[in-house]
T-cell receptor
C-alpha cells in the first residue's frame, strides 16, 4: 500500500516571499501520478498542480512549481511571490497509474501567509 | 462547465440514525469517488462508482454504501451512525474512457456531518 508523508504540520511566510512544502511517499510502482491540492477555509479541495512520474520535467503552474525526485520519492511544492489568498491547508496526494483512481493523501500542511 | 456540487452543506444526526449525502458530478464526467475527511486529517478514500457499479473500496465497513445514477450523480448512505462518523464528506468526479481513468479528480465543497 502506498503512503504519503507531510512532515510540516504548519508553516508561515511573509507575503511576497517564497515557501517550499515537503512531501515524501512510498510505493513500489514505477508509474503513478502525484498531486498538490489546496483546501482553503471554504473547504473546497482545489487542484494546484499535478506531476506524472514518467515525466522527468518538473511541473509548473504560474507561481507554483514542484521539485520531483523520483529516486528519493520526494515531491515538494514551491510557491513563489506568495499571496494572502495562498493561505490554506495543502495536501500532497498519490494515485496509481493503473487501477481505480483512489487518491492517497498526506496529513496536510497548514500554510499561513502573513501580510 | 458545471462543477461538482454536493448537498446538503451541513447535517446533524444522532447516533444510530441513517444519512444520505448527494453529489452531482462535473459535466462530462462519469466517475464519482467519495472521501471522508476527519478534523485535522487528510481525506480517506471510501469508494468509487463507475457505470453505476462500485469500482474500488477503501477500508470502510459495509454500513457505508453508495449508488450511482444514469446521469452519473451519486449518493453516499451511512447506516447506524457512530460518533466517529462525524467528518467532512467529499465527493470528487473524473472521466473514465474505455476503462482507463484520466488522472485528475475534481472535488465538490463537501458535506459536514455531525453525529451527536
Amino acid at each position: 500500500a502506498q503512503t504519503v508523508t507531510q512532515s510540516q504540520p504548519e508553516m508561515s511566510v511573509q507575503e511576497a516571499e517564497t515557501v517550499t512544502l515537503s512531501c515524501t511517499y512510498d510505493t513500489s510502482e514505477s508509474n503513478y501520478y502525484l498531486f498538490w491540492y489546496k483546501q482553503p477555509p471554504s473547504r473546497q479541495m482545489i487542484l494546484v498542480i499535478r506531476q506524472e512520474a514518467y515525466k522527468q520535467q518538473n511541473a509548473t503552474e504560474n507561481r507554483f512549481s514542484v521539485n520531483f525526485q523520483k529516486a528519493a520519492k520526494s515531491f515538494s511544492l514551491k510557491i513563489s511571490d506568495s499571496q494572502l489568498g495562498d493561505t490554506a491547508m495543502y495536501f500532497c496526494a498519490f494515485r496509481s497509474y493503473f487501477g481505480n483512481e483512489k487518491l492517497t493523501f498526506g496529513t496536510g500542511t497548514r500554510l499561513t501567509i502573513i501580510p | 462547465e458545471t462543477g461538482v456540487t454536493q448537498s446538503p452543506t451541513h447535517l446533524i444526526k444522532t447516533r444510530g440514525q441513517q444519512v444520505t449525502l448527494r453529489c452531482s458530478s462535473q459535466s462530462g464526467h462519469n466517475t464519482v469517488s467519495w472521501y471522508q475527511q476527519a478534523l485535522g486529517q487528510g481525506p480517506q478514500f471510501i469508494f468509487q462508482y463507475y457505470r453505476e457499479e462500485e469500482n474500488g473500496r477503501g477500508n470502510f465497513p459495509p454500513r457505508f454504501s453508495g449508488l450511482q445514477f444514469p446521469n452519473y450523480s451519486s449518493e453516499l448512505n451511512v447506516n447506524a451512525l457512530e460518533l466517529d462518523d462525524s467528518a467532512l464528506y467529499l465527493c470528487a468526479s473524473s472521466l473514465t474512457t474505455s476503462g482507463l481513468a484520466t488522472d485528475t479528480q475534481y472535488f465538490g465543497p463537501g458535506t459536514r456531518l455531525t453525529v451527536l
